[in-house]
Nanobody
Framework: QVQLVESGGGSVQAGESLRLSCAASGFIVGRRCMGWFRKAPGKEREGVAS???????KYADSVKGRFTVSRDNAKNTLWLQMDSLKPEDTAMYYCAAREFGVCGGSLPPPGSYSVWGQGTQVTVVS
């Protein structure tokens, strides 16, 4: 069964860090374009970062320099290290996997991903 399970969310103060994990089952993360997304209340789902099959990473401008996406092939897990968190980072965070193809030259749109996790809530208070 193809599945993604996120964890690691929580409530933190502005400036603090969180590390999200996305454990995959039923497929190998190293063979797919993987992405992190977030959705805040009243806003559209936003691409945060992507991790390509060749380990190329892409980031949204809003998180560049603060967030780092990585992959652990042995654990079949995708990570998102979030540093210097801001209140505007508050959202439900989701990881996703594309079924075919690489991520490409820019952050792939959410509609191009076929597998999604249930999400993990991140709340940043000032």
């Amino acid at each position: 069964q193809v599945q993604l399970v996120e964890s690691g969310g929580g409530s933190v103060q502005a400036g603090e860090s969180l590390r999200l994990s996305c454990a995959a089952s039923g497929f190998i993360v190293g063979r797919r374009c993987m992405g992190w997304f977030r959705k805040a209340p009243g806003k559209e789902r936003e691409g945060v970062a992507s991790f390509d099959t060749d380990s190329t990473t892409k980031y949204a401008d809003s998180v560049k320099g603060r967030f780092t996406v990585s992959r652990d092939n042995a654990k079949n897990t995708l990570w998102l290290q979030m540093d210097s968190l801001k209140p505007e980072d508050t959202a439900m965070y989701y990881c996703a996997a594309r079924e075919f193809g690489v991520c490409g030259g820019s952050l792939p749109p959410p509609g191009s991903y076929s597998v999604w996790g249930q999400g993990t809530q991140v709340t940043v208070v000032s």
